[in-house]
């Protein structure tokens, strides 16, 4: 039997496995599981990589399909310290992996720039070695590369889903000393929409209190919502309602860009005075009124948001998971299948 705390990816049945297959035995336990932080929270990227999924080729779902052996249950690989054994049946599941501690790729899920940084012109790692460029880059050489293993392909093409959510997450893209406002203490005065989720720092705030305000509150208010859903419902509802507010020309005008783009789009976001993430002085962006940026042994600064932050910013969290789902799945039609020439209309698209 595997162990429930590998088979966890294997317990989202809602959508990858309900379109072609069931993995019974990780089924017992899964509610148990609990909550972990993770960017864009687990719920942002579910949605990212279901919105993903639901816009593939037949030719690129079949193949995401064959290297996560769907026939055979599912695909049992080495973790990221090659040790122990993991267990992999969903895609939008399997996209939480590179949140998993130990990091492989902790430098991955950002890109870290100097204060007087105003754009980000190329896809290129400004500060350090590494970056969510070098990421994307270096997975989606893997996923292309049919010699290579299913298990290195499976890792790489979760890890494609994860860094796509991640680079349009605005605060992904900040400033190293702040920790991409991880380091700017935040409270939400009256909640994230009817969600029991309680943001400590303005990343988390990001992360997921804009989403459970915004989008997934959209889907506690619909008629047909019910309390009694599995837990991870709520990301599919909430696909289907991107899905449908996408037309054919939106969706191709969102693909025709590079990860470059994304990362400036979210950097222009940061820096926006109403954001709250820095304070703006001549061409640089400080960490406060009297701090050019925060050192080690700084006091944390304090924001408190209101309703006007959620009603403003609720909306542009949602658009950044639309974005970042529809390009995903041109990233890996791209990749999986030989015949793709761009988007075509979903069932659900206007």
């Known amino acids: 039997m595997i162990p429930l705390s590998l088979a966890r990816r294997g317990c989202d049945m809602g959508r990858f496995g309900s379109v072609f297959f069931v993995f019974a035995l990780v089924l017992v336990g899964c509610s148990s599981i609990p909550r972990t932080a993770l960017a864009w929270g687990e719920f942002g990227h579910l949605t990212v990589c279901d919105l993903a999924y639901r816009n593939l080729t037949d030719a690129s779902r079949d193949e995401l399909k064959r290297i996560f052996h769907a026939g055979q249950g599912g695909i049992t690989v080495h973790a990221k310290d090659g040790t122990e054994l993991r267990h992999y049946t969903s895609f939008n599941v399997g996209c939480l992996e590179e949140d998993e501690r130990p990091r492989k790729h902790a430098a991955d899920h950002f890109v870290n720039v100097d204060r007087t940084t105003t754009s980000i012109p190329a896809a290129s790692c400004p500060v350090g070695g590494s970056c969510i460029f070098a990421g994307i880059d270096r997975d989606l050489t893997i996923l292309k590369d049919r ?57 988390a705030i990001w992360d997921g209190c804009l989403l459970e305000a915004g989008l997934f509150q959209k889907v506690r208010n619909r008629a047909d919502f019910k309390s009694t859903w599995g837990r991870r419902t709520i990301t599919y509802r909430a696909v289907d309602t991107l899905l449908a507010n996408t037309s054919l020309a939106e969706e191709q005008a969102m693909v025709g860009t590079d990860p470059a783009v994304w990362a400036n789009e979210s950097f222009q976001i940061t820096l926006q005075p109403d954001v709250q993430y820095c304070v703006k002085s001549g061409n640089a962006c400080h960490y406060s009124d009297t701090q050019a940026s925060l050192g080690p042994d700084d006091e944390e600064r304090k924001v408190s948001l209101g309703s006007d932050y959620l009603e403003q910013y609720a909306p542009i969290a949602e658009d950044r998971v639309r974005l970042a789902g529809f390009r995903l799945a041109h990233l890996i039609n791209l990749a999986l299948d030989t015949a793709y020439q761009g988007p075509a209309k979903d069932s659900l698209q206007p």
């Not at 093409?157 to 605005?170: E, S, Y």
């Not at 190293?176 to 720092?201: E, H, L, M, Q």
Request: hydrophobic share 35%.
């Open 147 to 203: 010699s290579k293993s299913d298990e290195d392909r499976v890792f790489a093409l979760m890890a494609v889903g994860h860094w796509i959510g991640d680079i349009h997450q605005p605060l992904h893209i900040s400033f190293a000393d702040d920790k991409g406002g991880n380091a700017i203490k935040a409270r939400v005065v009256g909640g994230c929409g009817t969600s029991s989720y309680r943001p400590g720092n303005l990343h």
